[in-house]
């Protein structure tokens, strides 16, 4: 895809070259990188001050995304689009696939953002690399000309839980590279002390490629979107599954009094919780997935000053439109939440902004941040929202 004619484009890179070339003061300082992996879809940004992972969705099978280490190039605010099949020129708005930013790191491959969000965290682009839109407005501006751009295909990672368990994920060689080899898998096993049985190694390898990820320990483990949240499950006689109460403490950060009621067992002398209390408490979803003994945790998991909070259903990540539960809020930050007939939801006696979903009263996060001056990050690659009081 590309923002502008080529005749333009062409300008801008020369105009770029030109001060690059005779300004003898010019210099990068420290250059943050951004790397793209394309098996797992994501985008990983480093600069000196922090870093951050999103999701994105990369170039389809028949349009890969360019392989490679780039810079970037240039960088536009609400970008036209010309359409490679037509020429058609589509103006910035909500029609044009490109979204509101761009940066362009070769040729007419550029980041950007979209118009279409269901599309991330798929093959979908013309090799350019789509975002949710609050996403790349966000890495628009802590991106800056020069900056180096990696464009990687890893299919394997070694995943640790908060106890120290390990695990191999591996994402399917979607460009057919033949990296999903057993040899290879076998090696990084190997390689990080992973144990794994023949029988389990043959059962997992028959989904390798089609399951996403696919992950490889002994018996079964939890994980959540990118993350291993624990590698030691156990599953009781009557086939119910109880995970090591440190993983689910360690990954949540969850107090000991909120989970003192749950069911736990003690094998081995380790405590294990059961998973569907830890869904009725904490309001996340697992799903198991007997074929490759993985059970997934699913769920919007919001934080405050570092303590896991709640959890929520209504999220938009596209738009940053997410609400957080307003009684498990304002009772944590030390606030009284009450109903007025007249006023509706009062928190110390004042109206506030809020919506009803499923007869539970939620505050949208930019407006609670607005309001009451909190700084809110999102992590809209594993799913957290994270409140913190300036």
Not at 47 to 60: D, N
Not at 99 to 111: A, E, L, N
Not at 200 to 205: D, N, S
């Amino acid at each position: 895809m590309q923002p502008l004619q080529a005749k333009n484009r062409f300008v801008i890179v020369f105009v770029i070259f030109i001060v690059l070339a005779f300004n003898t003061t010019t210099s990068y300082g420290f250059t943050n990188n951004i790397t793209v992996n394309i098996p797992s879809r994501t985008i990983y940004f480093v600069s000196q001050m922090m870093s951050k992972l999103y999701p994105i969705a990369v170039g389809k099978i028949v349009s890969t995304s360019p392989l490679g280490t780039y810079r970037i190039i240039n960088k536009q605010v609400n970008p036209k689009w010309i359409s490679p099949w037509t020429g058609e020129v589509i103006p910035s708005g909500p029609d044009n696939p490109l979204g509101y930013r761009w940066m362009g790191f070769y040729s007419d491959y550029g980041i950007h953002g979209n118009n279409m969000p269901s599309s991330i965290g798929t093959l979908a682009s013309s090799g350019c690399i789509r975002m949710y839109e609050a996403d790349v407005e966000e890495l628009f501006d802590m991106v800056n000309y020069g900056d180096i751009v990696n464009i990687v295909y890893q299919t394997m990672f070694i995943k640790t839980s908060p106890t120290g368990g390990k695990a191999l994920f591996v994402y399917p060689d979607f460009y057919k590279k033949g990296l999903n080899t057993r040899q290879s898998i076998k090696s990084q096993l190997q390689n990080y002390g992973i144990k794994v049985s023949y029988d389990t190694f043959e059962k997992l390898y028959k989904y390798i490629n089609v399951k996403d990820p696919l992950v490889f320990s002994e018996g079964y483990k939890v994980v959540k979107s990118n993350e291993l949240v624990s590698s030691d499950v156990y599953r009781s006689q009557d086939g119910q599954f109880y995970m090591d109460v440190g993983d689910l403490k360690g990954y949540l950060n969850i107090d000991d009094e909120k989970i003192k009621d749950l069911k736990s067992v003690s094998v081995d002398n380790v405590s294990y919780v059961n998973i569907d209390d830890i869904a009725n408490l904490t309001g996340l979803k697992f799903v198991v997935d007997n074929d490759t003994n993985t059970i997934k945790m699913i769920g919007n998991v919001i934080y405050y000053d570092g303590k896991f909070l709640s959890t929520t259903n209504y999220v938009d990540y596209q738009n940053r439109d997410i609400y957080i539960p307003i009684k498990e809020f304002f009772t944590a930050a030390g606030h009284t939440v009450e109903w007025d007939s007249q006023k509706g939801v009062t928190v110390d006696g004042k109206s506030i902004k809020y919506k009803i979903y499923e007869s539970k009263s939620y505050i949208n996060q930019k407006d609670l941040k607005s309001l009451y001056g909190l700084n809110i990050i999102i992590d809209s690659s594993s799913n957290k929202i994270y409140i913190k009081r300036d």
